[in-house]
């Protein structure tokens, strides 16, 4: 059964960092290419980051320079790093397949305060 779990967000203030990390579970992680996603109510799904099975990622350009993905294999985790948050980066993240799948975690909150 496929499981993803998603913690580390939160409220912060413009110019703030955080970090996401998505915890995944009942599928070959490692050779899965994983994103994180975000959704603002009333907008479409937006893809945000991705990364590759090897390592390679890309981004969207709103957060090309600011936000980094990784992963880690060994411990089936994928993260987003936030830097230079804006009140725009404010949505539910979610993590999943690239592309992604119908299993979907509950997220996780950021706001960003201006």
């Known amino acids: 059964q496929v499981r993803l779990v998603e913690s580390g967000g939160g409220l912060v203030q413009a110019g703030g960092s955080l970090r996401l990390s998505c915890a995944a579970s009942?599928?070959?992680?490692?050779?899965?290419?994983m994103a994180w996603y975000r959704h603002t109510p009333g907008e479409q799904r937006e893809l945000v980051a991705s990364i590759t099975r090897g390592g390679t990622t890309n981004y969207a350009d709103s957060v090309k320079g600011r936000f980094t993905i990784s992963r880690d294999n060994a411990k089936n985790t994928v993260d987003l790093q936030m830097n230079s948050l804006k009140p725009e980066d404010t949505a539910v993240y979610y993590c999943?397949?690239?592309?992604?799948?119908?299993?979907w975690g509950q997220g996780t909150q950021v706001i960003v305060s201006s």
């Open positions: 999943n397949r690239l592309p992604f799948s119908n299993y």
């Open positions: 009942g599928f070959i992680f490692s050779i899965k290419p």
